[in-house]
């Protein structure tokens, strides 16, 4: 089935070769991607009209969101399926119910059944460009919690909110946003202002919105969108008191924040988890601070932006080590700058290299080492094209009670995490780690 599986996931990825028209840069119209989503999922039977949805956006923090919210709500008895993105691993990860990812074999019928001969439809029956690999994804997981009959739905909007295809749904029950930050600028606007118009596109009319955004400039703006759109706003609690966290995950503020929102929008929903505390001190999720072994400290996460890295700099300061080996790696049109420098000053020894995925492009390796050497000319710094070659010279300098860090992006952190866990071992047993 590995085999198979492969096949498929060679497949969607080529999808990204398909000639479309670039809508997301410049002025061009944007609500593009909204229609030529819904047109294909009306080949397909509309499955986003026959779901209830919470739908979630924001700068940072939407993925802990989403995956703590499905937990929760599976331990209540609700079957409930969430779409996510990016990926670390395996392309699976975009898609589970509860615990478990969506099999190889339900992809595959998926494809081979719905997606592929409507791909070819399409083609044939509507003028706009054909959908994305994204909104590829996006309509196998609606089909298959369709399938499965779930009692619930949580998306993960991909990039913003008023143009996403996530927002292809009309009647959410729930949408949130968790914050507010400067990240994608180049598309969603070069103000906060700006993004949380863009982001506050998902509210609709009688959905309950709740946000952990703390600034009252961006909370008037959610406000009025949500009197426009007939949407109840709903100032958050402090919920989290309740719960005593016992390290594990939610050890930084920002973490915290994530999950007051999570348990304010449970307690809108009068949904009542039996094991909440539990659930919430053995929480994880892979490549977001991930400690994948001890002796030296290999910590995985795929943090780019200033919020999630401010987020890693606060977890890493409350690690206790002797050195920090950082093994780092950007994509290509990430505005790495920032988070260069303040890496740079937390770290002994520094690898920079690059993540193998071929769909997406890397940053420029030299360019990196020379912003790196006008940062710092003095800290030792190597280069390697091979991601597994940076992780062995790091580990071969490092001693037991050393740290290494490996960031900067979701797909480098998940490449280098199969030296641990394999995708094969993964795809087969439908769960991330191995507990």
Known sequence: MFAKYQDDINFLESLSNIPRQNYMLGQGDRSIYINRMRKFLSLVGSPEKKLKFIHIAGTSGKGTSVKMLERLMNNAGLKTGSYTSPFATTSLEKISIGDKLISA?????????????????????????????????????????????????????????QHDATNVIVSPKVTAITNIGLDHTEILG????????????????NSLFLSSEKNKKLLKIFEGVCKKQQAWFIPLENLAKNYPVKGGYFKTPKQLENLNLTLNILSVLKISPPDTL?????????????????????????SHNKDKLDNLLKFIGQQ?????????????????????????????????????????????????????????????????????????????????????????????????????ISEEYIVKNRKLDKR
Do not use: M
Request: net charge positive; with cysteine.
């Open 278 to 302: 539990k659930i919430i001190n053995n929480f994880g999720l892979i490549c977001r601070q991930e400690i994948i072994r001890k002796k030296p400290t290999v910590v995985l996460d795929g």
């Open 190 to 205: 070069n103000t906060k202002e700006k993004i949380a118009r863009d982001k506050a596109g998902i509210i609709k009319k």
């Open 105 to 161: 074999v339900s992809l595959h019928k998926i494809l081979k059944e719905k997606i592929k001969p409507n791909l070819d439809k399409y083609l044939l029956t509507f003028p706009q460009d054909p959908i994305s690999y994204f909104e590829t994804w996006l309509a196998i997981a609606l089909l298959y919690f369709q399938e499965q009959k779930c009692d619930w739905v949580i998306l993960e909007a991909g990039l913003g909110g």
């Open 320 to 420: 206790k080590y002797r050195h920090l080996h950082l093994i780092l790696g950007f994509g290509y049109h990430k505005n790495y700058k920032i988070a260069l420098k303040k890496l740079l000053k937390i770290s002994n020894y520094v690898y920079l290299t690059r993540y193998l995925i071929v769909a997406k492009r890397s940053a420029d390796l030299r360019k990196l080492y020379q912003d790196s050497r006008k940062i710092n000319h003095q800290l030792p710094i190597s280069v390697y094209n091979d991601p597994y070659q940076a992780f062995t010279a790091a580990f071969k300098k490092a001693t037991k009670n050393d740290l290494i860090l490996i960031t900067g992006s979701f797909f480098l952190a998940g490449e280098l995490r199969k030296k641990w």
